[in-house]
């Protein structure tokens, strides 16, 4: 078998390294002395604020968020044996943004903070009860082409949102939420999503068995005991919990979730089983990675965070269709 | 009997793919089932296998109804191949055979020490020790098919269900293959396979059970199922059979 355990804990060591520089990187460039000296002191100081105030939630927040990413792309891309699986997948993300925009679009937004994040929830939730109705009977091919027709509805949607925009500030509004970005999120995003992100994750994990049987076809899987039936509930509501609520707060990310399984899988012998953990972890390392270098480029206004990863994403695609026009026959 | 299957009906709208069909098969028995293409043999091996319920019917498994079994219950007791079965990630041969295990293993957690000696049991068996590291997707068909009956039997199964094992085999392959899954009949457990090679299903099968039109032509002892008529009946051919046991073989002269 293949040696992979190390993976994991090397991915954990990097990740906390780079939490630790993201504490310390950003519009103000903290000392860690200055830390390590201000956790001492019992009045609280501007640079201990920068810390616990902004920095934390927002470096958890990408954790999570990447964490989700890389996970359920692990787990779709296993559920339906497509390499190109995303999160996005079953129109859980363009459900969670379709959402977030009505609540901006209605201004509802202005008026308490988190209408946005929980208007996207529900969004999420709305749009995987919908591919999984439309899917129901079919199969895992019935449950793609649904998540396609759902996002797609969703996209018409956010462009009708964007076209009778009341005015050019709130389209400004929608179109900036869209892009994706952790700036000025609060430990009140980071406990709103939490709960969420963590029984979505769970339900996710358990698929790991049902995953390495479908390695060999849902017939296949059927016959070595596999509840198929379970194992798609699992896949949807555990998407539509952890990605739904990760979208709410960020906006769509793309990419971490496609990348962090393609990475791992080569490193595990393609076990599917074996790639959800390190890809989860994977997630959360190139997600904190995409905002610190958010809050390093400094051209114009600040460069968001679905901006970096799509910029950084995409060419790996283009390396993902040479290793495949290589690869297979 | 081990399994036992009573006026079984499939219906796919107005046509019956399976149409009042009833087998007994019992512990020692390899049955080959034989019949055109459509004439229902893998519809009755997906029922037999419990993977699909018939419209009416009852199968009884281990004197229980199959539809009371619990999936891996069932999955420890019975192995099922579909036709090309297909591996879709470059696992290892290793893995592919340990997917075998599925129904034996808990949701989280890894592979005893047990397991890891039945692992290396079927590899050895299926004369895989070779291929052990080789990415699954890289095998040749017959390798493939061979690592594919290796996962069938790792759980060691009473009963063994596949479907067409030995289609694209070349002889020699389709030869082992025949005799691995006679050597299983010998060991005490049931082995139902379809198969469209009459000559190696007379040679190494116990029983032929002949479909045709989603009925059962003929069911018997291969001696006196495996005759010109029964072709005619169910293949529309005309044959000459020549021999009998390990040297005879059936050879088709035209329609």
């Not at chain 2, 036992?4 to 007994?24: H, K, M, T, W, Y």
């Not at chain 2, 999936?71 to 290793?94: D, F, H, K, M, T």
Request: charged letters at 15%; glycine letters at 10%; proline letters at 5%.
């Amino acid at each position: 078998m293949t040696r992979s355990g190390w993976i994991t804990p090397v991915l954990l060591a990097l990740l906390a390294l780079l939490i630790a520089i993201s504490l310390l990187i950003g519009r103000v460039w903290l000392d860690p002395r200055a830390i390590v000296h201000e956790a001492f002191s019992p009045a609280p100081q501007v640079a201990g604020l920068i810390v616990t105030e902004l920095r934390l939630p927002r470096t958890l927040l990408a954790c999570l968020v990447g964490a989700t990413l890389g996970l359920s792309g692990a787990v779709l891309q296993g559920f339906t044996r497509n390499p190109l699986a995303e999160p996005g997948l079953l129109g859980v993300s363009a459900g969670a943004s379709l959402g977030a925009v009505i609540a901006i679009y209605f201004g509802m937004a202005s008026l308490f903070e988190f209408t946005a994040p929980i208007m996207g929830l529900a969004g999420a939730l709305g749009a995987s009860a919908l591919t999984f109705a439309l899917g129901r009977n079919g199969g895992t091919l019935a449950l793609i082409l649904a998540g396609a027709a759902v996002s797609g509805l969703a996209a018409a949607l956010i462009s009708v949102a964007l076209n009778l925009a009341p005015n050019p500030y709130a389209a400004y509004e929608i179109m900036t939420w869209l892009l994706g970005s952790l700036s000025d999120r609060s430990w009140n995003h980071v406990w709103l999503i939490l709960p969420f992100v963590i029984v979505g994750c769970t339900m996710l994990l358990y698929t790991a068995k049902g995953l390495d049987a479908l390695s060999l076809g849902e017939v296949q899987a059927q016959s070595l005991g596999i509840d198929l039936k379970r194992l798609r509930v699992l896949v949807v509501l555990g998407t539509a919990l952890s990605v739904g609520a990760s979208t709410s707060v960020t906006g769509a990310i793309g990419f971490v979730g496609l990348v962090a399984p393609h990475l791992i899988r080569p490193l595990v012998g393609a076990h599917p089983r074996k790639i959800l953990v390190p890809a989860a972890a994977l997630g959360a390392l190139l997600l904190l990675l995409a905002d610190i270098a958010t809050r390093l480029i400094r051209i114009g206004p600040e460069i968001k965070l679905g901006v970096i990863t799509s910029l950084v994403g995409t060419p790996f695609f283009f390396w993902l269709v040479v290793r495949l026009r290589r690869t297979s026959p | 009997m081990m399994l036992l299957a009573e006026n079984i009906c499939v219906r796919r709208g107005a046509r019956a793919i399976l149409d009042a069909v009833s087998l007994e098969a019992g512990a020692g028995e390899f049955i080959a089932i034989v019949g055109a293409n459509g004439a229902g043999k893998s519809t009755l091996l997906s029922i037999l296998a419990g993977l699909l319920q018939p419209d009416s019917g009852r199968i009884v498994f281990k004197d229980r109804p199959l539809s009371q079994f619990e999936g891996s219950a069932l999955a420890r007791l019975r192995a099922y191949l579909p036709q090309n079965p297909r591996c879709e990630w470059p696992i290892s041969v290793e893995r592919l055979v340990a997917l075998g295990l599925t129904p034996t293993l808990p949701t989280f957690g890894g592979f005893s020490a047990a397991d890891d000696a039945r692992i290396a049991r079927a590899i050895e068996t299926g004369d895989l020790a070779d291929h052990r590291h080789q990415e699954a997707t890289s095998l040749s068909g017959g390798e493939l098919a061979r690592a594919m009956l290796a996962r069938a039997y790792v759980g060691d199964p009473e009963a063994l269900i596949v479907d067409e094992p030995i289609a694209g085999l070349d002889p020699r392959h389709a030869l082992d293959a025949m005799r691995r899954l006679k050597s299983f009949a010998n060991e005490g457990k049931l082995v139902i396979a379809a198969l469209h090679d009459l000559t190696l299903a007379a040679r190494y099968t116990t029983r032929v059970v002949a479909m045709r039109a989603g009925r059962i032509e003929s069911d018997g002892p291969v001696a006196s199922t495996m005759t010109t008529g029964m072709i005619r009946r169910v293949f529309d051919v005309e044959a000459r059979i020549v021999g009998s046991g390990e040297g005879g073989y059936v050879d088709f002269i035209g329609n």
